[in-house]
């Protein structure tokens, strides 16, 4: 009998995560300084990362340890499972085999605080007290102060006005474990006061909430800046998912045909599929695929340029695929993935035809996650309903085309506190936004002229 939940034993925790960067055919364009527009953008004064992980973004050493303090919180709720979906199988009648790995297992309910704690540990070793960030959907928020309070940090968070209003219950998570929380755009900075005045009204974007955190970290001497997405050494923490993957399935002799991870920066998609690239372009026969809101279309409809990080210029410069810095995009529920970018890696990967993208509307990732829910029992996050979408149009193709394909989606985690978004699905009320051309456009008027 095929098993349903593919465990891993504690002892077989990777002890250290995969680089993938001395492996690209082609080396990643550098950050450049949001002053100077010269290169260097990460090395800004003041620091606004651990020394540490600014050594990890553009290391060329293809394994780092992770360390032991690290690897203490881990063990709370790593090795995370791989799932068969049999059921979900048997409801859209595919001969496909369809897997998904489970990162709402963590006690934050996502895959975050694989990266949370390593950074948290790295501020905590280098004498400091604070973190600032921004979130969306607050789960990279709760992530990092779940993180902060386990390593003894305090931990403030920019939350984008239209999440925090939509999932309150993020934030009392990230108030519970001590995180002072601020709805995004605010007036406690410069960046969040000018935004106001131009906007009373503005849902806020991640765009504006990394200024308003970074602008906190580099007017603090005791605090230091934390990104949960978009950079190297955020998606190299995340490569545990995937490194815990192939062991998975190489206890029940599988081996993925198609892979699907949602991308709103690009740490969930990385996080499972940098060991698989590796694979690929080692000539293994592998199809990686990011899928994205339609209202945030970045890698399907953005242009490949540099463009700020952030919209206040103060994060670095990146090659990245964007709708443009200014861009806010509509309120939809999936609020981790309302970001301009992408992460210059994901990007880059993107550019080569290594990796895959497609967008979607809300209410068919709603409907998707409904099934999901109602065959595997577990109510995924909005976010995470992107990819479970796309694994499923997989799957109906398998059925239409009589082909015996194995999927893999990163389910990043539960949605448990996204139950007003399901209501508004059930209750019809759920709004698909057109595509925002005209707001793209005139966002990628405002491009840095690099």
Avoid at 93 to 119: F, L, M, R, V
Wanted: charged content about 20%.
């Amino acid at each position: 009998m095929e098993e349903t939940k593919i465990m891993l034993e504690e002892k077989e925790i990777p002890t250290a995560w995969y680089n993938i960067l001395p492996d690209l055919p082609k080396p990643l364009q550098p950050y450049l300084n949001p002053a100077t527009q010269e290169p260097g953008g990460l090395a800004l004064p003041p620091p606004l990362f651990a020394a540490e992980l600014s050594k990890q973004e553009g290391s060329m050493e293809q394994w780092i340890d992770i360390p032991g303090k690290v690897m203490d919180i881990y063990r709370l709720y790593r090795p995370t499972p791989l799932f068969r979906a049999k059921r979900l199988e048997a409801v859209l009648g595919t001969p496909a085999k369809i897997y998904y790995k489970n990162e709402g297992w963590s006690p934050p309910g996502s895959h975050k605080p694989n990266t949370a704690i390593a950074q948290a540990y790295y501020v905590k070793d280098q004498g400091l007290k604070r973190i600032a960030t921004e979130t969306g959907a607050g789960q990279w928020g709760s992530a990092l102060a779940f993180a902060c309070r386990l390593l003894g940090l305090e931990c403030s968070v920019y939350m984008v006005k239209v999440s925090y209003n939509q999932k309150p219950y993020r934030r009392v998570l990230m108030e519970t474990w001590g995180a002072d929380v601020t709805p995004s755009p605010s007036k406690k900075t410069n960046a969040g006061t000018k935004i106001l005045e131009d906007d009373p009204d503005c849902s806020g974007s991640l765009g504006i909430a990394i200024s308003e955190a970074v602008e906190d970290a580099a007017t603090h001497d005791d605090t230091l800046y934390s990104l949960g997405s978009v950079l190297n050494h955020v998606l190299l923490h995340q490569t545990i998912i995937g490194l815990e993957c192939k062991k998975q399935f190489e206890k029940v002799g599988d081996y993925p045909d198609v892979i699907f991870g949602c991308i709103g920066g690009g740490s969930s998609l990385g996080g499972i599929s940098l060991p698989y690239v590796k694979d690929k372009l080692e000539g293994k026969k592998v199809r990686i695929v990011a899928v994205e809101p339609e209202a945030c279309p970045s890698l399907t409809k953005g242009l490949y340029a540099y463009d700020f990080g952030d919209t206040a210029h103060l994060a670095p410069i990146a090659k990245m695929y964007t709708l443009g810095h200014t861009f806010v995009p509509d309120p939809i529920h999936a609020g981790g993935l309302r970001y301009h970018g992408d992460s210059p890696l994901i990007c880059s990967l993107y550019d080569q035809g290594l990796i895959e993208a497609v967008a979607y509307h809300q209410n068919p990732v709603f409907e998707a996650a409904v099934t999901f829910a109602q065959s595997e029992g577990i109510i995924p996050a909005p976010e995470t309903a992107h990819a479970i979408k796309a694994g499923i149009d997989e799957a109906i193709n398998c059925k239409e085309s009589k082909e015996s394909k194995t999927i893999l989606i990163n389910l990043t985690g539960h949605g448990y506190f996204d139950l007003a978004a399901y209501d508004d699905y059930l209750s019809g009320k759920l709004e698909d936004y057109e595509y925002p051309e005209a707001k793209i456009k005139e966002a990628l008027t405002h491009l840095p002229k690099v």
